[in-house]
């Protein structure tokens, strides 16, 4: 992407040009590096760069009009500023989307500098020896059919007719590893782990390769289960993945749309045992793509969502924030609809827990790793869920994986009927958190 300050004269002078008097523009650049192996040869090899623009502009009228565009030359900017004027006299009349009033707000964060791209010739070499280290893990580990070794770097800004001018750039490198297992008479069984830095050179690709490893051997020996209720432990990843299935509770769209558990009165409510808090926190320091601003350049921070147990705030844009009365949080994404989403959760324990829960001891708790099916077992309106998983049955440290099974029951009564948050915190690619205990959920057996 040429230079920003460049982008802003360009529209300037356009904006000017056209007589357009109000207008914003967001832009990103992403440069993606991607290479995949199957047994022992490069499968694929993809590099893409992908740029893009958003312009919005307002017209006399104060109605909006949006446009988007791959090409920020003089010309190209131009036109989408026409374009998005055209469409203004068609924009809605309502609640019209507006400026963040924080847009021009001074920020604190100091953004990372972009890391060097390795050379692809790296990426597969690591990516090979990481395929075979796994297969020579257990002789039961016969391939691994799901890998992916990446890196990108990122660029993207905002900008208004009001002056305000934003910018930043970061890297990040990923791994993913999922492997699987044939053995005689058995069925197929495996398991995957994700890493992410930024930069290759301090990817824990040795740490992936292990947790890979360590969770497809330790579902070889499984077992049926009994259907019926157990005490249940969710892993960070498992949680987050309910978590952000039930996103609606916090989102100030989904209330005012009327697609939300949530109602604009429920905060301040008891929805959560008081054990539990959850943050949304763009800036946490174990966030390695951490943005300082949104699409519509208001900057980002911790929002308190639960805290102990209560509804404490809402994740806004601009928009939803004038409507309620709040202040926006930096989680809008811009376009002709602003939709509103999580950053990045950290979810930890509060209060005191009754006692001090551990697998070392517990008997008879379902360990559940991953949750699957997600798009088709949820009913995000209804708060119920019915989801197939991996895990295991634990008793007393020993852990025996269960051979398939579904977990199924009411997301706001999951989260009244915690138990225990373990004080150890695991990142995952939507955030920190560590395992939650909840004292029963219904478990289906095959």
Not at 222 to 249: D, P, R
Not at 255 to 265: K, R, Y
Not at 272 to 295: I, K, M, Q, R, T
Request: aromatic letters at 8%.
């Amino acid at each position: 992407m040429s230079n920003i300050q460049e982008i802003a004269k360009y529209a300037q002078e356009n904006a000017q040009k056209l007589g357009i008097k109000k207008f914003d523009i967001y832009g990103s650049t992403v440069d993606d590096t991607s290479v995949q192996v199957d047994q022992g040869e490069p499968k694929q090899v993809k590099a893409s760069n992908r740029s893009g623009v958003t312009v919005r502009v307002w017209n006399e009228e104060n109605t909006m009009g949006v446009t988007s565009t791959t090409d920020v030359d003089p010309k190209g900017l131009e036109l989408a500023l026409q374009t998005a004027y055209e469409a203004s006299f068609f924009g809605v009349k309502e609640n019209v989307p507006d400026f963040s009033p924080e847009a021009t707000v001074p920020i604190e964060y100091t953004p990372k500098e972009k890391a060097p791209q390795a050379p692809v010739s790296e990426l597969i070499e690591k990516l090979l020896v990481a395929e075979k280290e796994l297969l020579a893990a257990h002789p039961a580990i016969t391939g691994v059919p799901y890998n992916g070794l990446a890196q990108r770097d990122i660029d993207r800004f905002y900008l208004n007719s009001d002056g305000a001018l934003r910018k930043e750039s970061h890297s990040l490198a990923s791994v993913y590893l999922y492997s699987k297992t044939e053995e005689e008479g058995k069925k197929p069984r495996s398991a995957g782990a994700y890493r992410v830095k930024e930069n290759l050179a301090d990817l824990d690709i040795a740490g992936c390769i292990k947790e890979t490893a360590d969770k497809t051997i330790s579902h070889l020996h499984y077992e049926k289960i009994k259907t019926g209720k157990y005490q249940v432990v969710f892993s960070a990843e498992a949680f987050l993945s309910l978590l952000g299935a039930f996103s609606n509770l916090f989102n100030a769209q989904n209330i005012l749309d009327n697609q939300s558990l949530s109602t604009t009165e429920d905060i301040g409510k008891e929805i959560a045992s008081p054990l539990l808090s959850v943050y949304d926190d763009a800036l946490h320091p174990a966030n390695v793509g951490a943005e300082s601003f949104d699409g519509e350049g208001t900057p980002t921070r911790q929002v308190k969502l639960i805290e102990k147990g209560v509804l404490t705030s809402f994740l806004h844009s601009a928009g939803t924030a004038k409507r309620l009365n709040a202040q926006p949080t930096g989680n809008a994404s811009i376009g002709a609809k602003v939709s509103v989403g999580p950053n990045f959760y950290h979810v930890f324990g509060a209060g005191t827990p009754e006692k001090e829960l551990s697998l070392e001891t517990a008997e008879n708790v379902i360990l559940i790793d991953d949750l699957q099916a997600l798009h088709a077992g949820v009913k995000a309106l209804q708060g119920s869920f019915s989801l197939p998983f991996d895990g295991w049955l634990v008793n007393k440290g020993e852990k025996i994986s269960v051979e398939s099974a579904t977990v199924a029951g009411d997301f706001l009564e999951l989260l009244k009927s915690i138990v225990y948050v373990e004080k150890e915190a695991e990142l995952t690619p939507g955030g920190v958190c560590p395992r939650i205990w909840v004292s029963e959920l219904s478990i289906t057996g095959e």
